[in-house]
């Protein structure tokens, strides 16, 4: 008889990833196990196998993964990171804070830190872009149109700031507007982000966001992500591209993506980094 499939616990945030995912392992017929982050906005298919947990609640999270037989986690989705007092950490969420003090005060060093205790704890972290097939950002244009020359210098002085920003754990994207950094992601998010600049955009052509992941991020972990939304939402605030890190950002819907570009004339490119 065939091997049963490992059963994967999905610690869930906001948006369309984590239904991807379900959606992913059923048609494999893998057995999942959502863990729905509260206050997140997460949403899964109600028939699935879930529970709602607060996001300090660490230790009885951990316990309902043993219970259900989970073997593997994967994070998917949009996490809003909370204060310490909104946390309301339990006894294992507040041992690991106090363990690992000031060496991980943002998020990606606070997320490595995650998986080393989870790992620790006997589960195996796997990255959602291995489960789901084509979720990496192409390098090119997805769509019709792809920026010129003047864009171009724009999406290459975005990605030194962006690269300097993830050195420093602070965000992943950034907007430039004619050599004119408009603004930086740090805790507000892409969307907040792009509203932002929006207000803060000069005559001409528009401004481009820029999204790459940090230098020192672990792929299977919060990976920068851009999905039909996004390229809506810049549209409605005047930009006129995105550019993405081919093969280090996720893109939800390549096809939907390039649809909604080309019907809102903004290029959106993955870049290769090394080349930029």
């Not at 990833?17 to 997140?40: H, I, K, N, Y």
């Not at 972290?125 to 019709?144: F, H």
């Not at 996004?230 to 993506?257: D, P, S």
Request: proline content about 6%; some cysteine.
């Amino acid at each position: 008889m065939p091997d049963t499939p490992v059963k994967l616990g999905i610690l869930a945030g906001g948006g369309d990833l984590p239904s991807r995912l379900v959606d992913t392992c059923r048609a494999l017929g893998r057995p999942v196990f959502v863990v729905a982050l509260d206050g997140q906005g997460a949403t899964v298919p109600p028939d699935v196998p879930q529970a709602t947990f607060r996001i300090g609640a660490a230790g009885a999270i951990l316990d309902r993964l043993r219970a259900e037989g989970v073997g593997e986690i994967v994070l998917a989705g949009r996490v809003r990171r909370p204060s310490l007092a909104e946390m309301r950490p339990d006894w294992f969420a507040a041992k690991f804070f106090a363990r690992i003090g000031a060496k991980a005060l943002g998020d990606d060093g606070i997320l490595r830190a995650l998986v080393a205790t989870l790992e620790e704890e006997g589960f195996a972290v796997v990255a959602v872009q291995a489960l789901v097939q084509g979720l990496l950002s192409p390098a090119g244009p997805m769509g019709a149109l792809a920026p010129d020359a003047a864009a171009e210098a724009d999406i290459h002085h975005g990605v030194a700031v962006a690269r300097t920003l993830g050195l420093l754990d602070v965000g992943q994207a950034v907007v430039v507007q004619q050599g004119l950094v408009l603004g930086v992601e740090a805790i507000e998010g892409t969307d907040a982000l792009i509203e932002r600049c929006g207000g803060l955009r000069r005559a001409g052509p528009g401004p481009i966001l820029v999204k790459m992941r940090k230098p020192q991020q672990d792929i299977r972990l919060d990976l920068p992500t851009i999905g039909v939304t996004t390229v809506r939402k810049a549209a409605a605030h005047g930009f006129r591209g995105i550019a993405v890190e081919a093969g280090g950002t996720l893109t939800l819907g390549a096809e939907q993506v390039a649809q909604a570009a080309d019907a809102a004339g903004l290029f959106v490119t993955g870049i290769v980094t090394e080349a930029v």
